[in-house]
């Protein structure tokens, strides 16, 4: 869910190619015939499932990619996609099941290209992606092995990319201002107003208050590293290990859209990644302690960063909420996608401040201490 490296949440920026025209741009940039062709949601980038024709010796047939057309505003930082590529290349050699780009016909990892006849002078940077299967975690009943092995990868994604990972652009990844950096909470005062005058509207106030009071002041106590910062229930793809229909084990068999990639923190990793797993969960309050147990059981977290998980969670529900709120009224085309979060993400959070962070994280950090002798089958 990026939105450019600046602190709006979305400009009028985001592609809109014909399914011609981005049949066309494979052919022209990466040198390959579309056989079929389909759009994928997103959030302010325009994606297309790809199938090309393959004709090798003796063996004809259709190899599957993403073609991503970045968004007009991000387009114009070359050097963030080129190290968000190169990360995910690092990773898939590290054996993340993480995406790989198709060069284009010049040898590049990526091409900037001009949009469709009617888009004035807009510039898109393009990439032709491997496409992963798997189903992702959205359509799926959740159980605790998934969640405590989500929270694992969070962990050591993070960690691989804090102690391996070097490029020479790597210092773009400090957005300072980056609206969906877990660190500028603050930032959504501006767009509260999205939200109208309403008990939801009350409740994301008191949730900034409480962040610049309590987490703001402490992050420089939390242990700093690279972030995927997307970590949602669309970008996680599973496919099943196991044949039983009613305890199914499942396995991460894909990393998507590392679009929202900046310094952050650790224990950020695993708050985005706790708040996303609530989103379809039937037992939304449940879930933290799984997920956590699996991040500790790479990366521990210190007593300050668990102090902080609560509010951290509450965060990111309030930037996915209010975001998608102000990004719906400049794209009403796109409501049903942008308010994804947002049909169960209001009642979620709403109950985290019932029933209280107290009560909420004890419950958390019952269940992760459940597994300190018992790790998931």
């Known amino acids: 869910m990026s939105s450019g490296n600046d602190c709006r949440p979305q400009t009028f920026s985001k592609p809109a190619l014909s399914e011609k025209a981005a049949a066309e741009l494979v052919d022209r ?23 090309v024709l393959r004709s090798s010796a003796g063996a004809e047939g259709a190899d599957e990619y993403v073609l991503k057309i970045t968004n007009s505003e991000d ?31 010049d040898g590049k990892i990526m091409s900037l290209e001009s949009g469709d006849p009617g888009a004035g002078n807009a510039k898109y940077m393009v990439r032709l992606l491997t496409y992963l299967p798997g189903t992702p975690v959205a359509k799926i009943a959740t159980n605790a092995q998934i969640l405590y092995e989500i929270g694992k990868l969070a962990a050591s994604l993070d960690k691989a990319l804090a102690e ?94 590392f679009s929202d990639m900046s310094y952050g923190y650790y224990v950020f ?65 796109n409501k049903d996608y942008l308010m994804i979060t947002a049909k169960t993400g209001w009642k979620h959070l709403l109950a985290m401040f019932e029933v209280g962070q107290e009560a909420v994280e004890r419950r958390w950090f019952e269940t992760a201490q459940g597994y300190e002798h018992h790790t998931p089958a």
């Open 29 to 51: 940039v990466f040198g390959l015939k579309v056989s079929w062709l389909q759009p994928l949601p997103s959030y302010d980038d325009q994606n297309f499932h790809v199938r």
């Open 75 to 105: 387009s114009r930082e070359p050097d963030l996609i080129q190290v968000q590529t190169q990360a995910m290349m690092f990773l898939s050699a590290e054996g993340f099941p993480s995406a790989t780009p198709y060069l284009t016909k």
């Open 164 to 257: 391996k990972f070097h490029h020479p652009s790597v210092k773009s990844l400090h957005r300072g201002q980056f609206i969906w950096n877990l660190a500028n909470v603050p930032l959504l005062e501006q767009y509260i107003y999205a939200l109208g005058q309403n008990k939801y509207r009350a409740v994301v106030e008191q949730v900034i208050e409480q962040f610049k009071e309590k987490v703001i002041p402490k992050l420089s106590s939390f242990r700093a590293c690279i972030n995927h910062g997307d970590l949602n229930d669309h970008n996680i793809l599973v496919d099943s290990s196991s044949a039983s229909l009613e305890s199914p084990q499942y396995r991460v068999s894909g990393i998507l859209d």
């Open 269 to 333: 990793e695993v708050a985005i990644a706790i708040m996303y797993m609530m989103i379809e969960s039937a037992d939304p309050l449940g879930v933290g302690g799984h997920v956590l147990a699996g991040f500790e059981s790479v990366v521990p977290l210190t007593a300050q960063e668990r102090g902080a998980l609560f509010l951290l969670v509450s965060g990111r529900f309030a930037q996915s909420l209010v975001i998608a709120a102000h990004t719906a009224l400049l794209y009403p085309d």
